[in-house]
């Protein structure tokens, strides 16, 4: 079918008018699926592939040829910030064409929403968050706002798969569905997909439909990728300079002693060179290192008497530092650099970017060709600079903490995804609790009074719920009763008590995600972002890319009141590392053996990994020689020296946190173990009492013994993972956290491996 030919004629003139020659693959798939079938569809292609045009082309057609009697198209994005790029993007689409498009979340004026609310019409967008709200508090609007609702788009639906957040928006539209009395398609939207199966049954959960996923042949991607090691002190103080082919390169913007910037920071002193007179974005993985960062840029324009061309974006910050960020960096003539964390990762039209740097490795392959994907757009190819910092080793520093870990997992992301387009898969498996708290608080709030067996035939039968079963269910609402979360009335029925009414008023309850208390940050009349734990009086603080003295801080209102100083200090807001994949730490484990394979030498070696510079190869080289003299990557348990011994059981971060408590609860007692430290999801470290034999001997038996994931928990722990586990009995957080976190079975593959202390040389790389 020529799918051209069955677009509207307004769609027709839209890409005559853009000068299109030809659909994408994308666009021909999608119009296919989408008009020829009543499935749900999952769009994967790669970034600025034309996606977005792919979903809306054939569902604005249809809207067209029979107009929805209220909102026909819903769209959930995870940030207004791509809401508010896609809201002009489809304005552009729709112009002419009778189809509003809306947007709605906290920023959106109360006006353009009682428009909606009195002419629910064509295509709403709008965040999960948004949503929990417009159900909570719009409860008997539903049905007049999406009676006839055709279509729901999820876009970057990859970054609702991993988390609690996906299952709120999933929860959500049952619920909204429910309430409207409807069965809408789904169409999911991503770049960056690992097992498509998986996520097609994520996407269509609760629909009764299946899922179309097209397969696009995708076009020849081109990259530009370099990798760079720095130190953070250099050993004789002065600055590193960067090497290319074997020849350095002096510094740009001076040298010598009159440099200004000779003793700086040599990582940092790379970015401020190779950024002037471009157009950037540099990831960080921490809001932390981002202020950091952006700090010390900031003073390095200042030594060299240049204009400040540093911006910052990042989720603390406020609306107006962060569209202004936004807004600047979008025209072309502007040559700025925006230091960012994942807030602007995902699918926001910056322009033709044209470098992106990360420093240090993101913490997945999704999140890499994410930060990738935002350059290389209007036909250049995508251009990355990896950064990788390293404090230098102490003199008698032991084995791992010599081993440049962040180096190793930047290759290993970028050789998964090279080698075999692995990307990560969906987390599968939990028992999320924290959001049946959540879900159930969120229904009673929006239909008042309900009988136990009503409330949970509404809760339970939502899909995300599917593994939790109706005796937890009653444990919960005995635990919520006690606490006055709920309160039973006199005819029995179930509402909202006072201590719920407290969290469900609360407009921090529409998130699903960990939050941490937070205090708005002025200068005078201008509101700079949020902050974790305010300093006392007189201390400093950094935000927005600067350092503030604090001259109040109103405890009542969680305000603090600063003015700008000069200098940088570390800010705080609460950033936890995020989890990593198995996959990726056997992948570098595998490139550490590669130095105990073949009679090539160190620099052959690490040369088949063209985008490494001198400094990554070298560091390379360097790992893989200790490894080679030590075992490391061969022996599982390596022996650091008298009784101590370092474990690297390359695991995911939640096998690894299972092989840490099976350590210490079934092994530990029984060997005498002592001091244990763990750098997760690298290393652990211990004293034994006995031989290491005795320790594996122990391992084994303990590992042919049904394992049940309970007795992986300490005496009276009652682990808070997700956000409102502490509103939860220990009981259920004790067995979310030991059944749907700790990964049992990741373990015991590998404690069978390790136990066994056999390895054959010659399938090392395998």
């Known amino acids: 079918m020529n799918v051209f030919s069955r677009y509207s004629p307004l769609i027709q003139h839209y890409i005559y008018e853009n000068g299109w020659t030809s659909l994408r693959g994308i666009q021909a798939a999608a119009g296919d699926a989408i008009f020829n079938t009543d499935d ?21 057609t249809l809207m067209q040829e029979q107009p929805p009697a209220s909102v026909g198209c819903l769209y959930i994005a995870p940030l207004k910030a791509l809401i508010n790029d896609q809201f002009v993007r489809l304005n552009d689409i729709c112009d002419e064409s009778g189809i509003s498009v809306w947007h709605w979340h906290g920023d959106v004026a109360q006006s353009q929403k009682k428009k909606l609310l009195k002419h629910p019409s064509g295509i709403l967008q709008i965040t999960p968050e948004s949503l929990e709200a417009m159900l909570l508090h719009r409860h008997s609007e539903i049905p007049h706002l999406f009676g006839d609702l055709r279509f729901i788009v999820i876009d970057e639906i990859h970054s609702f798969l991993r988390g609690d957040r996906g299952g709120q928006t999933l929860c959500l539209i049952e619920r909204l569905c429910r309430m409207a009395g409807v069965n809408p398609r789904r169409v999911g939207l991503s770049a960056t997909i690992g097992e498509p199966a998986m996520v097609a049954q994520f996407l269509s959960a609760g629909t009764g439909r299946g899922t179309v996923i097209p397969r696009v042949e995708a076009a020849k991607a081109k990259w530009r990728l370099s990798m760079e090691h720095f130190f953070t002190i250099q ?74 061309r540093f911006l910052i974006h990042h989720g603390n910050l406020s609306t107006a530092y962060r569209e202004s960020a936004e807004e600047i960096i979008k025209r072309d003539d502007s040559m700025v650099t925006v230091c960012t964390t994942s807030t602007l990762e995902l699918g926001i039209d910056i322009g033709r970017l044209e470098r992106a740097f990360q420093i240090d490795a993101p913490y997945t392959v999704s999140s890499f060709l994410q930060r990738m994907g935002r350059t290389g757009r209007r036909g250049a190819p995508s251009e990355m600079w990896f950064v990788i910092r390293e404090d230098p080793a102490e003199a008698r520093a032991l084995l791992p903490e010599t081993i440049p870990w962040k180096l190793l997992q930047g290759i290993a992301l970028v050789q998964l995804y090279l080698e075999e387009k692995w990307v ?25 009074e309900m009988m136990p067996a009503e409330l949970a035939s509404r809760v339970l039968t939502l899909s995300y719920f599917r593994n939790i079963t109706q005796d937890d269910f009653r444990v919960l609402l005995r635990h919520l009763l006690k606490t006055d979360h709920i309160e039973r009335t006199e005819r029995g029925g179930l509402i909202v008590g006072i201590a719920g009414e407290r969290e469900v008023n609360n407009f921090k309850f529409y998130a699903v995600f960990q939050e941490n208390e937070e205090y708005t940050v002025r200068c005078e009349s201008q509101e700079l972002g949020t902050i974790v734990k305010p300093p006392p009086v ?21 305000v603090v009141y600063c003015h700008p100083v000069k200098g940088i200090v570390p800010a705080y807001f609460g950033d936890e590392p ?42 390379l080289a360097q790992a893989q020689d200790a490894a080679l003299h030590s075992g490391l990557g061969v022996k599982w348990i390596v022996p650091l020296g008298g009784n101590m011994y370092a474990l690297f059981p390359w695991l995911g971060s939640y096998a ?41 001997e122990v391992m084994r038996a303990e590992i042919s013994k049904p394992i049940d994931p309970m007795t992986l928990l300490y005496p ?47 399938r090392l790389l395998e």
């Open 656 to 696: 690894f946190l299972a092989l840490e408590r099976f350590l210490r609860i079934k092994c530990g007692p029984q060997v005498g173990m002592k001091g244990f430290d763990s750098n997760r999801p690298y290393w652990m470290q211990f004293t034994l009492q006995t031989s290491l034999s005795r320790l594996i």
């Open 235 to 308: 050993p004789d103080h002065t600055v590193q300079a960067h090497k290319e082919g074997g020849r350095e390169l002096p510094p740009t913007g001076g040298s010598g002693e009159n440099d200004p910037l000779r003793l700086a920071d040599p990582a940092l002193r790379y970015i401020f060179d190779n950024t002037r007179g471009h157009k950037c974005l540099v990831f960080s993985n921490s809001r932390e290192e981002c202020e950091a960062v952006t700090s010390t840029l900031r003073q390095y324009c200042e030594a060299r008497h240049e204009p400040d």
């Open 578 to 619: 995020g989890d990593i994949h198995t996959h990726i730490l056997e992948r570098m484990r595998r490139l550490l053996l590669e130095g105990f394979v073949g009679d090539t030498s160190p620099e052959e070696r690490v040369a088949r990994y063209a985008y490494l510079l001198p400094q990554a190869r070298l560091r």
């Open 716 to 762: 009276k722990e009652k682990p808070v993972f997700d956000k409102y586990d502490d509103r939860l009995p220990v009981e259920l957080t004790r067995k979310g956290f030991a059944y749907g976190v700790l990964d049992i079975e990741g373990m015991r593959q590998r404690v069978m491996q390790i136990v066994s202390m056999r390895i054959d040389k010659s």
């Open 538 to 558: 007189n201390d400093k603080i950094a935000i927005a890319g600067r350092v503030w003295v604090v001259e109040e801080v109103d405890i009542k209102r969680h």
């Open 40 to 60: 749900n569809v999952l769009l994967s292609a790669s970034t600025a592939s034309g996606k977005t045009e792919a979903a809306f082309f054939p569902i604005i």
């Open 424 to 448: 990560e898969p969906p987390r599968t498996g939990r028992l999320p609790y924290s959001l049946l708290y959540h879900q159930t608080m969120a229904t009673l709030a929006s239909n008042g």
